[in-house]
């Protein structure tokens, strides 16, 4: 999670968990070196400033109450929601058109057309042509048909926290707008649509035992069928981020232990209702970041007994981790069809400064902090990486016992992988032996720092996204190979996916006429380049890179910073909902296809 303010912290799904060093809040003076290692302004487990008073009441207090009224008053806690503008599902008129290509962005001198890329190197057959959502971001319609709230819900009517005081109230109304999306997807070849299911649309209060609302598994049951109907293989992630409201009120949501129970319930109802026709499953997306919102405003007021800001991130991934490996064993116990994992984000790193042997320790340091703390225990040895458990007291940090070792061994399939880019990783500036020590350091418990720009000469990593929603997020294709690797040697799996990988385009909400609105050259490089980058670590290095998955298959809310960030491959007009195909959906559409991946019921473009 990149440590910036708490509203770019909060942002986005694209997160790491170490401080980032961004160029200009490093460089006080005209006269500071480009080369000196700045010191980072926050890092987990500085405890965050107080934020604006929110309101929820007090952990605990909230009755557990089943009932109709019970849930009513959970809703009085988020506060008034919008209704949508429509409350049917929309049927899409098939085949959906699709405008003729755009002309080529550069000369063929300059750039090769995405069919031209490696044309002689192909991807292995069922390689996967995917896009992503999830549903706090994309499907609106937050109240209806018996939905409980979730955190995010009540999240965004907290003072200052969401950038352009949005909620996702209406967001892109993909609850009911899913079938146009679906054929609108196919029409340009996506043979994938990993999207994630409301824990609060199949049990409202979250809690086993409670009331199972049977029209959200009769919701996503169409849904699942509609998707293969055109030729779209639904790719169902079970949670991403949006916890029950009510677990949180409860109990202190995933700071506490009773978490785990519930979610394996949660999990087992689905998979058995979904049996047979999903095939690929994810427990949980990119958990080092949820488990980094319940220590920051506004999700900090509802911390379980006992747990503070500074610990509550390590309590969360413990029960997360627990909750997992419940879920994987239900999953195999029950013979549930398919391959199951969760999803990894963060990155690997390169020493900021070559032959440094500080900066080298920190990119391990780096791995350890970030993907390590969920990918040893699930890939490795069932454990915490050593370096966490020799910089974490147990106070902090929970150990496992024995036989939850065995239960994480091997709770996954596959590497499923948020690649969206890579950084340099310095040590910090006290030396990173002097804040291992020092509690008190900002940079500790992970001691290194991500830098945006290389050692030499301060060039930045690579062409940076929208300055106004994405400080963090750079195209770093060059990366991209040396990334994969890493991953392969340290937590190796006989299957990877990049699960999610896009570009929020710069300046795009700016812009007010679709002919500038489309043409996101910027998106359009980063995903050709990165898809370059895969087709040879696919051949050259023996990468088991088996699909990629575009964030995102629209715009969508982007959580802290509302509408304004622009990932989708298509622009959704937030007054009309109408969507339109943006240059990236085209390049994509025409790289897979030239490279032997499409999808049958695809528009001739």
């Known amino acids: 999670m990149k440590f910036l303010s708490f509203l770019s912290l909060l942002l986005s799904a694209k997160v790491s968990l170490t401080s980032v060093v961004e160029p200009a809040a490093r460089q006080a003076t005209a006269e500071s070196s480009a080369t000196s290692i700045p010191v980072p302004t926050t890092a987990y487990p500085t405890v965050p400033a107080p934020g604006p008073t929110v309101t929820l009441s007090p952990v605990g207090s909230t009755p557990e109450d089943f009932s109709s009224q019970g849930l009513e008053d959970l809703w009085s806690l988020v506060g008034p929601v919008e209704p949508p503008p429509f409350t049917t599902t929309r049927e899409p008129s098939l085949p959906i058109p699709v405008p003729s290509a755009p002309p080529p962005l550069y000369p063929t001198w300059f750039a090769p057309q995405p069919s031209s890329i490696f044309p002689n190197l192909s991807l292995p057959e069922g390689f996967i042509f995917g896009v992503a959502t999830s549903a706090y971001q994309v499907e609106g319609a937050v109240k209806m048909d018996g939905k409980g709230p979730s955190t995010w819900d009540w999240a965004s009517r907290q003072p200052d926290f969401v950038q352009d005081n949005t909620t996702a109230d209406i967001a892109d109304l993909f609850y009911y707008l899913y079938k146009e999306d679906a054929a609108r997807a196919a029409a340009i070849g996506v043979t994938a649509h ?101 220590a920051q405003y506004p999700f900090n007021v509802s911390l379980a007994p006992g747990v503070n800001s500074s610990t509550a991130p390590y309590q969360c991934a413990y029960y997360l981790l627990k909750a997992h490996a419940g879920a994987v064993k239900a999953f195999r116990e029950m013979g549930i069809e398919g391959e199951i994992a969760y999803k990894n984000n963060d990155w690997i790193g390169h020493p900021w400064r070559a032959n440094n042997t500080e900066d080298t320790e920190a990119v391990e340091r780096h791995a350890a902090f970030g993907i390590g703390t969920f990918a040893n225990p699930v890939y490795v040895n069932g454990d915490w990486p050593q ?219």
């Open 387 to 605: 370096i966490m458990k020799d910089t974490l007291p147990e106070s902090y940090l929970p150990r496992f016992t024995e036989e939850e070792m065995a239960d994480l061994k091997g709770s996954a399939d596959f590497f499923a992988i948020d690649a969206y880019s890579s950084q340099y990783v310095a040590a910090p500036p006290s030396g990173i032996a002097t804040c291992q020590a020092n509690m008190s350091d900002p940079a500790w418990p992970a001691c290194n720092t991500g830098m945006l720009y290389d050692y030499n000469a301060g060039w930045s990593v690579g062409p940076n996204s929208d300055p106004a929603s994405t400080t963090w997020l750079q195209a770093t294709p060059q990366m991209l190979r040396g990334y994969l690797r890493g991953i392969a040697e340290r937590w190796p799996s006989p299957k990877m996916y990049i699960s999610e990988f896009g570009f929020d385009e710069p300046f795009e909400s700016l812009r007010t006429a679709m002919y500038q609105t489309t043409e996101d050259c910027f998106t359009t490089d980063y995903f050709m380049t990165n898809l370059g980058e895969a087709l040879l670590a696919i051949h050259e290095d023996g990468i088991p890179l088996m699909g990629t998955f575009s964030w995102a298959l629209m715009d969508n809310v982007e959580w802290s910073s509302g509408i304004e960030p622009k990932f989708g491959i298509q622009h959704v007009n937030y007054t009309t909902l109408e969507r339109t195909y943006k240059r990236s959906a085209y390049a994509l559409s025409e790289f897979y296809a030239s490279h032997g991946i499409a999808n049958a019921n695809a528009t001739k473009i």
């Open 194 to 294: 990993s999207f994630s299911i409301a824990w609060t649309r199949i049990y409202p209060f979250g809690v086993a035992g409670s009331p199972l609302n049977q029209l959200g598994i009769d919701h996503y049951s169409d849904l699942i069928d509609y998707h293969w109907s055109v030729g779209v293989e639904p790719v169902v992630t079970l949670y991403h981020w949006d916890t029950p409201l009510a677990l949180n009120a409860y109990y202190g949501g995933f700071t506490s232990p009773r978490i785990v129970d519930d979610f394996i319930n949660y999990a087992k109802t689905v998979f058995q209702a979904y049996n047979g026709r999903v095939k690929r499953w994810i427990t949980f997306n990119e958990p080092s970041v949820s488990c980094r919102f319940v």
